[in-house]
């Protein structure tokens, strides 16, 4: 069974540009979620993606934005990058029937 | 919107110790799932429990539900236990994480 993978691992961009992060989901798994973590905080839900819809979503600005594509993987894309938005982006992957979500390595942004 | 709290926030143990780290939830709940975050980042899956008990080796876990707490329980502490461990809960389409315990084990 492959587990959750995400890429890149590291990423560095600038003030104003554009980020796109990718996950591949666990198989059997058709719900994906992101979560975006601060040094010395828990994850913060950002948006969940389920049959290529969302399907929920936490406080988080519209130039945050998502994809699922019917293999399940997903997409993060975030805009207009700001100082703040540097931090470990995670998704997980889970199954409608429950059981618990199942997290990838993260992807770590840097914004300078 | 629900509120998760866990304590301690930090725990200083000697190896061999025993702990229990709680998680208190202001709302009903869909589910309830501990996860153990070691010093690279990675969230590994503990245990999924949205009510009852379940036991994983050291590690075991109960959640009560109807009085709106869950208990993580490590007994017999390796300095591989060290990390931060946190609940998350499911309440509708959204998914709250507290804030962590910070556990350090101690040789």
């Known amino acids: 069974e492959t587990g959750v993978t995400q890429s890149p691992t590291h990423l560095i961009k600038t003030r104003g540009q554009q980020v796109t992060l990718r996950c591949s989901s666990q198989?059997?798994?058709?719900?994906v979620s992101w979560y975006q973590q601060a040094l010395g905080q828990g994850p913060q839900f950002i948006f969940q993606?389920?049959?290529?819809?969302?399907?929920g979503r936490g406080n988080f600005p519209p130039r945050f934005s998502g994809l699922q594509f019917p293999n399940y993987s997903s997409e993060l894309n975030v805009n207009a990058l700001e100082l703040d938005d540097s931090a470990l982006y995670l998704c997980?992957?889970?199954?409608?029937?429950?059981?618990?979500?199942?997290f990838g390595p993260g992807t770590r942004l840097t914004v300078l | 919107g629900i509120q998760v709290e866990q304590s301690p926030p930090d725990l200083i143990l000697q190896e061999g110790a025993n702990s229990t780290l709680r998680c208190n939830f202001s709302?009903?709940?869909?589910?309830l799932q501990w996860f153990h975050q070691n010093p690279w980042g990675q969230l590994i899956n503990l245990f999924y429990?949205?009510?009852g008990t379940k036991q994983n080796g050291r590690l075991s876990a109960t959640t009560v539900a109807t009085e709106r707490y869950s208990l993580l329980y490590i007994s017999s502490s390796q300095t591989t236990d060290s990390g931060v461990y946190f609940c998350?809960?499911?309440?509708?389409?959204?998914?709250?994480f507290g804030k962590g315990t910070r556990l350090h084990i101690l040789p």
């Open positions: 997980a992957s889970s199954r409608t029937s429950g059981r618990g979500q199942f």
């Open positions: 429990i949205p009510s």
């Open positions: 998350a809960v499911e309440q509708g389409d959204k998914i709250i």
């Open positions: 198989s059997g798994h058709n719900t």
């Open positions: 993606y389920y049959r290529e819809e969302e399907n």
């Open positions: 709302d009903s709940v869909n589910n």
